[in-house]
């Protein structure tokens, strides 16, 4: 698997206090300087389905480098650096990361794919992980402990795939991996999706590491991108 493809995960704990539209009006305004660069691939802005969960919203975004102010502030564009002054002072709270996808469920790549059918969803986990943690053996059995033997199970909802992502940068995004996994057929009360995302979180992880799941959908006007 090419590791040429850099993604950048940002999850939103805070989205400001002027409510969902103007984040994401705020968000586009970025996410279009960001698109400036010639290193920028795609983006995709997730919103979680239920609100009360930490994670409001994330971005899942792709470059061609990590040469970019995305994963390297110092590299930053006085436009870059006026927008995130305003993203402080709008009480918007963000924890960014760059990740590399390491593997998938059926070893296609995923990045930088769209989402595969305008009614996916995505059961979404950040898993932080201690320093005393066996990460070789980790990455081995990342689709037993994730859940994504679990949910490649749930064909009648029409499970996808699902990629493991592991952090390069150190920043503040807490999590040492993200697991991203497609469901195609979610339903429109998406009741079959949500009990798969408790099954999901009922797995229990070895000792060190915590994990923080939700169910995730890619807003319509939140996607974009060259490829």
Do not use: C
């Amino acid at each position: 698997m090419s590791v040429k493809i850099r993604n950048f995960f940002n999850f939103f704990t805070k989205i400001g206090t002027e409510g969902h539209q103007a984040f994401y009006e705020a968000w586009k305004h970025t996410a279009d300087i960001v698109g400036k660069s010639p290193h920028f691939m795609r983006t995709q802005l997730h919103k979680n389905v239920d609100q009360t969960e930490k994670y409001k919203y994330y971005n899942y975004a792709q470059f061609d480098t990590d040469e970019t102010e995305v994963f390297k502030p110092e590299l930053a564009s006085p436009e870059w650096i006026e927008e995130m002054m305003k993203y402080m002072k709008s009480g918007k709270v963000a924890f960014p990361g760059g990740f590399y996808e390491i593997a998938t469920y059926d070893g296609n790549p995923i990045s930088p794919s769209f989402q595969q059918a305008d009614s996916s969803v995505f059961i979404t986990s950040g898993y932080t992980v201690a320093e005393n943690v066996d990460t070789a053996e980790l990455e081995a059995s990342w689709k037993e402990w994730s859940g994504a033997d679990v949910m490649q199970s749930a064909s009648s909802i029409g499970f996808h795939n699902a990629g493991l992502y592991k952090q390069f940068t150190k920043g503040r995004n807490p999590f040492s991996y993200v697991v991203r996994a497609e469901i195609t057929k979610p339903g429109e009360d998406l009741k079959e999706a949500v009990q798969l995302l408790e099954k999901v979180k009922s797995l229990k992880l070895q000792d060190g590491i915590t994990a923080d799941s939700s169910l995730f959908q890619v807003l319509p006007e939140g996607a974009f991108g060259r490829i």
